[in-house]
């Protein structure tokens, strides 16, 4: 068993998820093969979401995760199997959206199923990620009289 690989992927999944809560593109873009692709099974978007390419990836989620979305994504339980220079990994997700100027809450969760590559400079980038919600639930800020949002991190930058 490859313990380093393991770890090293672990550790660019969590680059990965925090890069994108803090809207770091270029830190978040290097978690990601050239060819990477993605596909997402979440039913705000209604069909499924399927990217292909770092760049196409990068711009969806620069765009629609800006300033006036907050996000918290947390994954844990990783099951990483290494092959080579290539790996896959299942990852339990739970993850919190809010919208504030749409004044929406998206509350989920999925299993992500990655695969990874092991690239020419050494270093492991995911290669495959995406998920199907085994739950999503919305609901507006108003139906909560009690909600006051006392941080954002990026109400400035609006």
Do not use: C
């Amino acid at each position: 068993m490859d313990l380093v690989a393991i770890e090293e992927i672990r550790r660019l999944k969590h680059r990965y998820l925090r890069s994108l809560d803090l809207k770091r593109w270029e830190e978040f873009a290097l978690t990601l093969a050239v060819d990477a692709t993605a596909d997402y099974g979440t039913p705000v978007y209604g069909d499924r979401l399927s990217l292909a390419g770092r760049e196409e990836i990068v711009t969806f989620m620069s765009r629609r995760l800006g300033p006036e979305v907050i996000t918290v994504h947390f994954a844990g339980q990783p099951e990483i199997d290494i092959d080579g220079d290539e790996a896959t990994g299942t990852w339990n997700l739970l993850d919190t959206v809010i919208a504030t100027e749409r004044q929406v809450v998206i509350q989920g969760a999925a299993f992500y199923e990655d695969r990874y590559r092991r690239d020419a400079d050494g270093v492991w980038r995911i290669s495959h990620t995406g998920y199907d919600r085994t739950y999503e639930a919305m609901f507006a800020l108003t139906d909560l009289p009690g909600f006051r949002l006392t941080a954002n991190r990026w109400a400035a930058a609006r």
